[in-house]
């Protein structure tokens, strides 16, 4: 069982309890400067990293998978790659069923082994915080509802490392259902006037398969759950009821037995997110139903056109 992240988190100011965890936040930020290492980089394989600064519920899985299918309209192999934790296994199993994926507990040991296998691109899903590879092209996501909290550092705020970082980085997604991005440019900008912004939307791609008069409850344990009510409801979905849940939850016979309790007292039927529906698979499904989502990328083109780049270089 997964903890919620702390509301004070994504405050639009930092709160008492940020202030009191400062020091902590301190402390870390000094010791990841002091592990932190030479980056090494390969000319077997181009490597992408598709990470975050905000902890949780970007979009990375689903734009890497859509880098991947750019990738492969091009006839280039390519394959995701994402450090082995045992609470995602959702994450894990939705790449898996997007393309081959190397997990391993050491990033450059998945690495190696897709190098061996011959693939000409390797697409990280998370890593930007690791020190043991040298990316060809780091893409730096943000969820536009929460982009980034109280803007502090763990544990003070929900940031892995200072967002001035951007300073250092060449791309920046914006991904969820394209609110507030104007300010949110504007502020990136502000750090980093040379940086790429992109944004990306999300498209359910079976919204018909639902009935728009029927009545549902949602529920999901993903960083964005917000931003998936939001898809529904854009999308014409009577939501009665909806139900969070820590990012990567796993759902206990309580939990589902309290979904089904509750969406009886609605007389609602029950939708969730596919990476949820994928961590059900010790339970009867047979009641729950799952939305198919995209990435529509705004500017696909770009990312295309930095993608053929990134191949012809040698």
Not at 156 to 182: D, M
Not at 212 to 227: C, E, P, R, V, W
Not at 275 to 291: A, G, S, T, V
């Amino acid at each position: 069982m997964k903890l919620k992240k702390p509301k004070f988190w994504d405050y639009k100011k930092p709160s008492f309890f940020s202030y009191l965890l400062l020091p902590f936040s301190t402390i870390l930020v000094l010791i990841a400067k002091i592990k932190s290492k030479p980056k090494f980089s390969n000319s077997k394989i181009k490597t992408i990293c598709v990470g975050n600064i905000y902890i949780g519920g970007t979009g990375k899985t689903s734009l890497a998978i859509k880098i991947k299918e750019i990738l492969e309209k091009k006839n280039i192999k390519a394959c995701f790659i994402k450090k082995f934790y045992s609470d995602q296994t959702d994450e894990q199993k939705l790449l898996s069923k997007n393309g081959t994926l190397f997990s391993n507990l050491k990033r450059i040991t998945a690495l190696n082994e897709a190098i061996s296998k011959g693939f000409e691109f390797a697409i990280f899903d998370d890593g930007l915080q690791d020190n043991s590879i040298k990316y060809d092209m780091e893409i730096v996501c943000f969820n536009n509802l929460n982009w980034i909290g109280n803007g502090l550092t763990l544990p003070s705020g929900p940031l892995r490392e200072s967002i001035n970082n951007l300073k250092f980085y060449e791309n920046v997604f914006l991904n969820g259902n394209e609110e507030s991005l104007i300010a949110i440019k504007d502020q990136i900008k502000k750090i980093n006037p040379n940086i790429s912004i992109n944004s990306g939307k999300y498209t359910p791609l079976n919204i018909n398969e639902f009935d728009k008069d029927q009545s549902y409850l949602a529920f999901s344990g993903i960083g964005n759950h917000k931003t998936f009510v939001d898809m529904l409801k854009n999308n014409k979905l009577n939501i009665v009821s909806d139900l969070e849940y820590p990012d990567h939850y796993q759902y206990s016979k309580k939990d589902f037995e309290e979904i089904i309790i509750n969406a009886k007292k609605y007389n609602a039927n029950i939708i969730t997110t596919e990476k949820d529906y994928l961590r059900l698979e010790n339970f009867n499904r047979n009641e729950i139903l799952y939305i198919k989502s995209n990435l529509n990328i705004s500017d696909e083109n770009n990312l295309t056109n930095k993608l053929d780049k990134l191949n012809e270089k040698n």
